[in-house]
C-alpha cells in the first residue's frame, strides 16, 4: 500500500528555561494507507508530542515528514491550516462539542472553514451522510446534551470525517466511556478503516489497543517497538459476548 505518513528522523525538542526538553528523539517511521495503529507509552513517553507533530499541530525540529508526498515541516502557519482541515480528521477525548449547536451543526462546522464553498443545503447533505456512517442520522437534531458519551462521541468521529480526510487522527478516544461505550466506539473505527480510512489512535489501554492492526510503543522519545497485533479483537464479536454475558447475569438475578 502508499505510504500516507513518513517520518524520517524526527526529533522535537522543547526549550523550557536552560534545560532542552528531548520530547521526540530521532523517530523514523512509515503508516500505509488504509492502516490502523494505536501509538502507546507511559506518561512523558512522547506519544502525545509525536501525534501532535504528525497532527500538523507543530513542527519537527529536525528530521522530515511527509503527509501523503508533501514534507509539511517546510509549510508556514497558513499553509499547516489548509493540511489540517483538508488531509486530517481528529477525534479528542473531550468530544469538544458546541452545547448549543444540534448535532449536524456540530458536524457541518469544519466546512465553514475548508477551501470550498458549500451551499447550506450541500453542508446538510454532507453532514447527514456523515452522521448516518456513524449510526446517529435520527441524532441530527439533537443537542450534545440530549447524546450519551458514546453518541456525542460519533458526533465527534462524523465531525471529523466531514472533509474526508486521509488520516483520523484520535487521542485517548475512549478516555471518558465506559467498557460497553469503548467497544462500541472501537467498531466504528474498524468499521471506517475497512472502508480504507487511515486511523492513528493514541490510546494508554492496552485492550482498546488490540483493535488496530498495529501497536506503536514510544519510550523516552524514542519508538522502542513497532508489531502487528496477534490475536486482534474485533467489536461485533465482543459486543455479542458483552450482550450475552449481561443477559445470562439478569437470569442469574
Known sequence: MKPVVQLEDVHKTYHSGEVPVLAVRGVS?????????????????GKSTLMNLLGC?????????????????????????????????????????LSRTTALENVELPMLYGARRL??????????????LVGLGPRASHFPSQ????????????????????????????????????VEIMGVFQKLNEQGITVI????????????????????????????????????EELRRLVNAEAAAKLTD
Open 29 to 45: 517511521l512509515t503508516i500505509a494507507t488504509g492502516d490502523f495503529v494505536a501509538v502507546m507509552g507511559a506518561s512523558g513517553s
Open 57 to 97: 499541530l507543530d513542527r519537527p525540529t529536525k528530521g522530515s515528514y511527509l503527509l501523503d508526498g508533501i514534507d509539511v515541516s517546510q509549510l508556514d502557519r497558513n499553509q499547516l491550516a489548509d493540511i489540517r482541515n483538508q488531509k486530517l480528521g481528529f477525534v479528542f477525548q473531550g468530544f469538544n462539542l
Open 119 to 132: 451551499s447550506a443545503r450541500a453542508m446538510r447533505e454532507q453532514g447527514m451522510q456523515a452522521l448516518e
Open 147 to 182: 447524546l450519551s458519551g458514546g453518541q456525542q462521541q460519533r458526533v465527534a468521529i462524523a465531525r471529523a470525517l466531514i472533509n474526508k480526510p486521509q488520516v483520523l487522527l484520535a487521542d485517548e478516544p475512549t478516555g471518558n466511556l465506559d467498557s460497553k461505550t469503548s
Open 201 to 236: 489512535m493514541v490510546t494508554h489501554e492496552l485492550d482498546i489497543a488490540r483493535y488496530c492492526r498495529r501497536n506503536l510503543i514510544m519510550r523516552d522519545g524514542r519508538l522502542v517497538s513497532d508489531t502487528p497485533v496477534t490475536n486482534r479483537l474485533h467489536a461485533a
